[in-house]
């Protein structure tokens, strides 16, 4: 069971938006960073935002995020079929000492 | 440009050892730390391990720790997962990631293809 919460599955239709939540504690999300990745089929994750809000170079700006308290999300903008994948939330627990990750949501494009 | 290949995975038996490597480039490799992760079939992915760069520091999630070793050669640009006494629930693609550390945070920032280790009788 994770220590960190996301929707299973979230879809919509291209060129729409679409919003991921993670929800955590006091002991990681609410005092440590967010990190996030993207896992398209069949491949190796890849570092989609760090620290909360920050893009890896080549990361288009349709992806963003943000955090308060607890909690995080990671918006995908003007939706295409290619964002057809699996995404992370993660963060350092204090409490635990590990890095733990969230279970994922599958983003569906309609 | 930045560079994590893994190798060494394979089926092993219940209570049998596997030793995993990870060879990475376009880096300074002697200065950065180096993190294990793995995914089940099916599943999330899960934080094993990391190692600092001067081999002072390790750190494991307890449900690898004793099983798991992590070392590193900096001579060879080459991290090791040694991994004893594996579990059916050890199936897994492992993945290698240099564990980068800002000011701020630390997470594992670029990725290896990952090699699927598979513990079976």
């Known amino acids: 069971q994770s220590v960190l919460t996301q929707p299973p599955s979230a879809s919509e239709t291209p060129g729409q938006r679409v919003t991921i939540a993670c929800s955590g504690s006091s002991s990681n999300i609410g005092i440590n960073s967010v990190n996030w990745y993207q896992q398209l089929p069949g491949t190796a994750p890849k570092l989609l935002i760090y620290?909360?809000?920050q893009r890896p170079s080549g990361v288009p700006d349709r992806f963003s995020g943000s955090k308060s308290g607890t909690s995080a999300s990671l918006a995908i903008s003007r939706l295409q079929s290619e964002d057809e994948a699996d995404y992370y939330c993660a963060a350092w627990d204090n409490s635990l000492n590990v890095y733990v990750f969230g279970p994922g949501t599958k983003v569906t494009v309609l | 440009q930045v560079q994590v290949v893994e190798s060494g995975g394979g089926l092993v038996k219940p209570g049998g050892s596997l030793r995993l490597s990870c060879a990475a480039s376009?880096?300074?490799?002697?200065?950065?730390?180096m993190s294990w992760i793995r995914q089940a079939p099916g599943k999330g992915l899960e934080w094993l391990a990391y190692i600092s760069a001067s081999f002072s520091s390790t750190n494991y999630v307890d449900s690898v720790k004793g099983r798991f070793t992590v070392s590193r050669d900096n001579a060879q640009n080459l991290v090791h997962l040694q991994m004893n006494s594996l579990r059916a629930e050890d199936t897994a693609v492992y993945y290698c990631?240099?564990?980068?550390?800002?000011?701020?945070?630390?997470?594992?920032?670029?990725w290896g293809q990952g090699t699927l280790v598979t513990v079976s009788s």
């Open positions: 990631a240099r564990w980068y550390c800002s000011y701020t945070t630390c997470y594992p920032d670029f």
């Open positions: 376009g880096f300074t490799f002697s200065d950065s730390y």
């Open positions: 620290d909360n809000d």
